[in-house]
């Protein structure tokens, strides 16, 4: 079975710009939960996706949104770049809605954004 | 939840076995702790969850003490291999969503 597939495995965008990172879970996970990773604040969980509806969200910025499509397919958006946006953008999936609670998560690689 | 700590490092030979703590606020007994280990350029991958006394499975066993302060991975005769960053993380239930919460991490470095 093929794992989570970020991409792109890098970006290096400019301040005020957007992004959009893309994440395909494993066949048959339903839920999509994205993080970020940064040297300072460690691991921090942005959102979790289920059934194409958010059903958990941390403690970011109306600027980092994301959607799951039908396919379980996930995106997630960053606008208004920010120096301190630079960071490893993680996705994991699971088989069912993950809470933090009985769900053991898949992760993909990341995606390394840079804002410059 | 406050910030959940780990020890900054750790230190181990090969065949040795190793404890790392994850300390926390007290949580209920149907929250859970779930460990991962990260190697560099890679996700995070799962070892071990639970949300009872002990674990175990063929990798590690996690320990939840009586109080829920805390929590400990142990990873029986590591091997050079083992050599990565161990995160916990905390998911507290809170009446309609949980709060997730990674610990700081963990760098284990093991050497022969």
């Given at each position: 079975k093929a794992g989570v597939t970020q991409t792109p495995r890098y970006l290096i965008k400019t301040r005020g710009q957007q992004v959009t990172l893309s994440c395909s879970?494993?066949?048959g996970h339903r839920s999509v939960s994205w993080y970020q990773q940064t040297p300072g604040q460690g691991l921090q969980f942005l959102f979790e996706y289920f059934s194409e509806t958010q059903r958990n969200k941390g403690n970011f910025p109306g600027r980092f949104s994301g959607r799951q499509f039908s396919n379980s397919r996930s995106e997630m958006n960053v606008s208004?770049?920010?120096?301190?946006?630079?960071?490893?953008?993680?996705?994991?999936?699971?088989?069912?809605?993950?809470?933090?609670?009985?769900?053991?998560?898949?992760f993909g690689s990341g995606t390394q954004l840079s804002v410059l | 939840l406050a910030k959940?700590?780990?020890?900054?490092?750790?230190?181990?030979?090969?065949g040795q076995e190793v404890n790392i703590t994850c300390s926390h606020n007290n949580i209920a007994t149907n929250d859970y702790i779930t460990w991962y280990q990260q190697f560099p350029s890679q996700g995070p991958r799962f070892i071990i969850q639970g949300?009872?006394?002990?674990?175990?499975?063929?990798?590690?066993?996690?320990?939840?003490?009586?109080?829920?302060?805390?929590?400990?991975?142990?990873?029986?005769?590591?091997?050079?291999?083992?050599?990565?960053?161990?995160?916990c993380l905390v998911g507290v239930w809170g009446g309609t969503a949980s709060k997730l919460t990674f610990g700081t991490g963990t760098r284990l470095q093991v050497t022969l």
């Amino acid at each position: 079975k093929a794992g989570v597939t970020q991409t792109p495995r890098y970006l290096i965008k400019t301040r005020g710009q957007q992004v959009t990172l893309s994440c395909s879970p494993i066949s048959g996970h339903r839920s999509v939960s994205w993080y970020q990773q940064t040297p300072g604040q460690g691991l921090q969980f942005l959102f979790e996706y289920f059934s194409e509806t958010q059903r958990n969200k941390g403690n970011f910025p109306g600027r980092f949104s994301g959607r799951q499509f039908s396919n379980s397919r996930s995106e997630m958006n960053v606008s208004t770049l920010e120096l301190g946006d630079s960071a490893l953008y993680l996705c994991a999936s699971s088989l069912g809605t993950f809470s933090g609670l009985g769900e053991k998560l898949f992760f993909g690689s990341g995606t390394q954004l840079s804002v410059l | 939840l406050a910030k959940t700590t780990q020890p900054i490092s750790m230190d181990s030979y090969e065949g040795q076995e190793v404890n790392i703590t994850c300390s926390h606020n007290n949580i209920a007994t149907n929250d859970y702790i779930t460990w991962y280990q990260q190697f560099p350029s890679q996700g995070p991958r799962f070892i071990i969850q639970g949300y009872k006394t002990k674990v175990t499975n063929e990798v590690a066993s996690l320990f939840i003490p009586a109080d829920r302060k805390s929590s400990t991975l142990s990873l029986p005769r590591v091997s050079l291999s083992d050599t990565a960053v161990y995160y916990c993380l905390v998911g507290v239930w809170g009446g309609t969503a949980s709060k997730l919460t990674f610990g700081t991490g963990t760098r284990l470095q093991v050497t022969l």
